[in-house]
């Protein structure tokens, strides 16, 4: 009888799949084995008789050494020196990473005319296919950011058990790994990502990203399947967020390819906003053809724009095909932004200026390298990074040329938070010979003409630009990253592809290009002095300035051994810093004395607590001061860098483990879309007001405030600010460097809306002395907070009140724990390291995953008060 059941049961399956259109995801049931410890074809792997009981289970997608790991065959290499103990492929030669991966599943044989395709978003590097005992591929097929799609009709067993075969082999060569950017630089002969042979802020990645590391999926249709459709949106004139809005236009086409042998007639449809476009189409029999629908004027359109300026409103948009107007045979589902970009040459600052909608929009941007160095994406983890992003006021990440053309899932992320996307395409200054470069293999001249497959690289910018182009995120196409590509890819790509297949974006060549701004350049990259990020006239599109960026404790306890937490110290005979060797590995950029101006730590805890004041200032200074000179010095400036997909020591808001630092915190206050702020050099009180109206009357006050809490008041004063830029408010004179000169001072900017009363931005400094020192945080004393938090529909709702007659409590984070003790990772906070005024009360909303169904702690403790939980109610 369960017999019987079981073949009634396969025999619906069969009926219903030959009759639906559906896709699924092969991303369970995998296994693998080196290839060298199998001697059979590929023809008999694929089939029954070879016995797979024995192989790893495989992660797919993924890397091999991915799967290395998940079998516990390596430690993790993100935690100490364990990533020297897995042998680098250029010692052991390609065969070592050389994989067969195996997946048994079932799917019916085709019927009725159904058509089903084995496709293959992205594999890294070269590789055959096989399956039933069959070769699906003519050629072996290459490139990593080559999507395939391979007709599997044929083969599919009439049992509907089948076994797919696929064998990987890394690119070649591999690089050797010596210490450069992008190792000696020959990986960049392939059409790969280059920062696996090691760069500056990441160590070598053993097998180079060798795998099937992006989704492999089985769609099943009628005989006309439908891609790569491409929805334009134009919104002519220059719109304001609120109000009525005039049209705008809707621009589709779609691919439609008859699989069949004889001519097919049908209707194209697509849906958006309420509306139904239709086209009939007749196609000749193994045939694809772009069908180009009529213009659709949306009325009052919902429109989308760039975090901090408006709503990022997403309007679904439905593709189909209907064989004789009645049959579903194919659709494709997207999410449309309605939001034109444009740009526009700013005279005044020499700079590319970026404009959407029509609005200007002062580019506040972060440099993004990938999400996780192994390609271990996660949609989950790609919407968190970017809200980070959201967190800290930016609005344009720029994924960087080194590394890989992002997945879908993190330009749907930018999409929802309002994160403008400059994406590079696969090359670097360093690989690929702007300059000499002793670690180098080859010369600057060869170098020049990587990767040797221009063909290879040009079709993978049109399959890239064809996957990507409907994000409405998606702001600016960038040939490389400090180089331009060879002169027939650049000329591909900016003369054919991106008009042809876009034509809505600007492109730079390079992402130093005197289009994107005169006297181009970049950088620094290591910590400054506040002064120079005030008074320094930088380049005017800065593409890369960074600092350092190291995490609390608690962060560098998750990848340095205990016994590696030792605090660097200045060896006077030597005269340098010495740092522990796994803080060099771990590529430790150095804050040097920028720590001892806080007091000499004694401790690690010291070292680390003293470290985000730094980061903290150092991010403020930086967003300041090119605020402050917006439209005037700049017309935007990206932070290299946001985050790292290693446990490297520098340049990052957030930790692999994505847990923020203050780095965060202080880009977050000095990117503020309305923002008060203090120039030390100058003595100037300024506010930005980055939005397109004007503001209100505002009242601006500015305190003075002693180590024990004693309030001098400055300044009061009613203010208006213009749209779109910054106006200084107020002079200090002398009095200000008098209140500082024994001790520090504290100094307390706020705006309030007068109509309201309603606070609309505050902001605290730490003055030095006059000696650039701080005793002012030495001498405080403990201040005692009054705190309290409860459950609401927006989140966790603290209240911290620091009654009158304390101190100024300094420097206040707040931590969501599980009941284990360790940090709720990753938890969104309106505002961290936080300073309460005595008097004062502030507000703060925690957000974490809706899934955490335990009860969670919180504590909030700072510079000058001891660890206090806080029941949640």
Same mark, same amino acid.
């Given at each position: ?313 997403? *309007? @679904? ?5 209907? /064989?004789? !107007?009645?049959?579903?045979?194919? &659709?494709?589902?997207? =999410? ?113 003409? *990587? @990767? ?5 690289? /040009?079709? !993978?910018?049109?399959?890239?630009? &064809?996957?990507?182009? =409907? ?113 060099? *590995? ?288």
């Amino acid at each position: 009888m369960r017999r019987v059941t079981t073949l009634l049961f396969f025999l619906f399956f069969i009926a219903h799949c030959a009759t639906a259109q559906q896709e699924v995801e092969l991303n369970s049931g995998w296994k693998c084995t080196r290839a060298t410890d199998i001697n059979k074809s590929g023809e008999e792997i694929s089939t029954p008789v070879t016995d797979v009981a024995g192989w790893l289970p495989a992660t797919i997608p993924g890397t091999v050494l991915t799967t290395l790991l998940n079998n516990k065959l390596f430690l993790d290499p993100f935690f100490g020196m364990n990533n020297k103990l897995i042998p680098d492929i250029y010692t052991t030669g390609a065969a070592y990473y050389t994989f067969w991966f195996v997946n048994d599943f079932n799917h019916a044989p085709a019927a009725n005319g159904d058509e089903v395709m084995l496709q293959f978003r992205g594999i890294n590097y070269s590789y055959d296919v096989f399956l039933n005992g069959h070769k699906v591929n003519d050629v072996r097929d290459t490139g990593m950011f080559l999507r395939s799609s391979y007709s599997i009709t044929r083969y599919l067993n009439p049992t509907g058990k089948n076994r797919l075969a696929v064998i990987v082999y890394p690119p070649s060569p591999v690089g050797n790994p010596n210490g450069g950017q992008g190792g000696d630089g020959v990986i960049a002969h392939s059409v790969t990502n280059q920062y696996p042979a090691g760069w500056d802020w990441i160590q070598p990645i053993a097998d180079r990203n060798t795998g099937i590391w992006d989704k492999v999926t089985i769609k099943r249709t009628k005989q006309v399947h439908i891609e790569n459709t491409h929805v334009g949106t134009l919104v002519p004139g220059k719109r304001n967020v609120e109000g009525k809005q005039k049209p705008a236009t809707i621009k589709v086409t779609t691919e439609a390819e008859n699989t069949c042998d004889s001519e097919i007639r049908g209707t194209a449809i697509y849906e958006l906003g309420g509306k139904k476009v239709k086209v009939s189409v007749t196609l000749q029999p193994h045939s694809v053809e772009t069908i180009e629908f009529p213009d659709l004027e949306l009325e009052d359109p919902r429109l989308w724009w760039p975090n901090g300026y408006g709503p990022q409103n997403l *309007y @679904p948009c439905k593709i189909s095909f209907l /064989i004789n !107007s009645k049959t579903l045979s194919d &659709k494709e589902e997207l =999410n449309i932004g309605v939001r034109q970009i444009k740009t526009a040459w700013n005279n005044k600052t020499n700079s590319r200026e970026i404009r959407v909608n029509g609005q200007k929009i002062f580019i506040k941007g972060g440099n993004w390298i990938l999400s996780d160095a192994l390609l271990r994406f996660d949609d989950e983890r790609y919407d968190h990074e970017v809200h980070f992003h959201k967190d800290m006021n930016l609005n344009l990440i720029r994924v960087w040329g080194g590394g890989i053309t992002e997945r879908p899932a993190f330009y749907d992320a930018c999409d929802k938070y309002g994160l403008l996307v400059m994406q590079d395409f696969w090359a670097s200054g360093d690989c690929n010979g702007r300059w000499y470069d002793p670690l180098k293999l080859e010369d600057t001249n060869a170098r020049r003409n *990587y @990767p040797d497959n221009h063909k290879l690289f /040009i079709e !993978s910018v049109e399959d890239q630009v &064809k996957m990507l182009r =409907n994000h409405a995120s998606l702001a600016l196409w960038c040939g490389g990253n400090e180089i331009r590509p060879p002169a027939d890819i650049l000329s591909a790509m900016r003369d054919s592809i991106l008009p042809t297949l876009d034509g809505t974006r600007y492109f730079f060549e390079f992402s130093n290009d005197d289009s994107m701004s005169l006297h181009g350049g970049d950088g620094p990259y290591v910590l400054q002095s506040k002064d120079y990020f005030w008074a320094h006239k930088s380049f005017p599109f800065n593409s890369e300035i960074g600092s350092i960026g190291i995490g609390d404790v608690e962060s560098l306890k998750r990848f340095l051994p205990d016994s590696n937490l030792v605090v660097p110290y200045y060896d006077t005979s030597m005269r340098k810093w010495i740092v522990d060797s796994v803080w060099r *590995y771990h590529r430790y950029e150095g804050y040097d004395s920028a720590i001892e101006v806080y007091g000499h730590p004694k401790t690690i805890e010291d070292f680390a607590r003293r470290a985000q004041l730094v980061n903290y200032d150092q991010y403020r200074a930086l967003m300041e001061g090119a605020t402050a000179r917006m439209w005037d010095w700049y017309t935007g400036i990206i932070i290299w860098k946001t985050q790292n997909p290693w446990t490297a020591m520098k340049g990052q808001m957030y930790d692999y483990y994505v847990d923020p630092n203050a780095c965060l915190y202080g880009t977050r206050t000095g990117s503020k879309q309305l923002h008060v702020m203090y120039d030390h050099i100058n003595k100037l009180v300024l506010v930005a007001n980055n939005h397109f109206t004007p503001t209100e009357k505002m009242e601006l006050i500015a305190k003075a405030y002693t180590a024990a809490g004693d309030e001098i008041p400055l300044t009061s004063k009613y203010v208006q600010v213009a749209a779109s830029s910054c106006k200084q408010q107020y002079k200090f004179g002398k009095e200000i460097d008098s209140l500082a000169k024994q001790e520090g001072i504290f100094l307390y900017l706020s705006l309030t809306d007068s109509a309201t009363n309603v606070p609309v931005d505050d902001n605290l400094y730490w003055l030095t002395d006059a000696k650039g020192n701080y005793p002012l945080l030495q001498k405080m004393p403990l201040a005692k907070l009054n705190a309290s938090a409860r459950q609401t529909d927006k989140g966790i709702e603290v209240t911290i009140a620091n009654p009158l007659g304390n101190p100024v409590a300094f420097f206040q984070r707040l931590t969501l724990i599980h009941a284990s003790g360790e940090r709720v990772l990753p938890a969104f906070y309106s505002d961290n390291y936080v300073s309460v005024l005595p008097g004062q009360e502030k507000t703060y909303i925690l957000q974490v995953n809706s899934t955490i169904k335990e009860a969670l702690q919180l504590y909030v403790e700072g510079w000058n008060t001891r660890r206090q939980f806080i029941e949640i109610k």
